[in-house]
């Protein structure tokens, strides 16, 4: 089990990672989640041992502030492979298996190209990979000397997106089946709900909530970490035997009974037939939906409109909002 106890990271006088508390255990996967610049990667760096931090840093208990990077037993995976351009994919993926003084070098690699998709790429040069095999090598490489804690910083970020959904379902699946203790730091909820089985939010060099995917997705903490999950509008709602009465009427939602703040995703609000109708101001072509914005008689916020939809929203024109619960968030 690694455990973080108060680790802070500073950069001259600021402090890019404060006061940082953070434990996984065994076989579970963390996905440190949160937006650009909050300091994920230099939380990773320092309990990879590559940048000097204060603070607790254990595995099972025993301290490892004095041990290097090369003997803490953790395999690191970056946003670009950093692959060895000069070797073979076996040649890449068999680095760090002779550095541990592995015997059976040849019968390891094949297992784990075969692990990450790859069977038979090992004379392949790298360089003639593509971008997501070229990340699937630099996961074979990580995985090979078995490390009790893999480190991934932005595994997928530089792929384009119907590759990256791909891979990321399929480094899930790899991930639960080989049952890898995993940290995974990334700005992108999605990948983080994909991959983990917790989600830490990261804002300004803390971590402001832990949690399962849903509980993350269903109550983030407060507004600012609701705003970095997608709820772009909030309002105060009252909750009575399992119904919320909202200012777009009620719906159905499990809360103990007394006010609620909500946040509002713009799938929350559907261009449908419902009990509040508002002016279209703008609206944005999406390729499964249109966005819309909508000015009601109270706030201005987001809607969600089908491309189905006849006629086609256009601004300057009603129309009416349908609440869906599957957009909302409770605050707090
Ligand atoms: P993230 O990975 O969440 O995007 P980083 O951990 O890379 O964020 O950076 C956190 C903060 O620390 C940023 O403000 C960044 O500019 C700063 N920072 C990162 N690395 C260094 C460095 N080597 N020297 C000075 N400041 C740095
Ligand atoms: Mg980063």
Known sequence: MLRVDGLTVRYGRVAAVSAVDVEIADGEVLALLGPSGCGKSTLLRAVAGLEPADGGISWDGVDLGGVPVHRRGFGLVFQDGQLFPHRTVAGNVAFGLRMAGERKVAARVDELLDLVGLAGFGPRRVTELSGGEQQRVALARALAPRPRL???????????????????????????????????????????????????????????????????????????????????????????????????????????????????????????????????????????????????????????????????????????????????????
Do not use: K, Y
Request: with cysteine; proline share 10%.
């Open 150 to 332: 893999l480190l991934l910083d932005e595994p997928l970020s530089a792929l384009d997106r119907s590759l990256r959904e791909h891979l990321a379902i399929d480094l899930s699946r790899l991930l639960r089946d080989s049952g890898t203790t995993a940290l995974v730091v990334t700005h992108d909820h999605d990948e983080a709900f994909t991959l983990a089985n917790r989600v830490a939010v990261m804002r300004a060099g803390q971590i402001v909530q832990t949690g399962t995917p849903n509980q993350v997705w269903r109550h983030p903490v407060d507004e600012d970490t609701a705003r970095f999950l997608g709820c772009t509008s909030f309002v105060d709602a009252t909750a009575t035997n399992g119904i919320i009465h909202t200012p777009f009427g009620p719906t159905p939602f499990p809360l103990p009974n007394g006010p609620v703040r909500l946040g509002l995703r713009p799938t929350a609000l559907n261009a449908a037939p419902g009990p509040t109708t508002g002016t279209i101001t703008t609206t944005v072509h999406h390729r499964d939906h249109i966005r819309l914005t909508v000015q009601t008689p109270t706030l201005l916020v987001d809607a969600t409109a089908s491309i189905a939809s006849t006629p086609a929203p256009t601004p300057h024109t009603q129309t009416p909002l349908s609440l869906n619960p599957d957009g909302l968030a409770i605050i707090g």
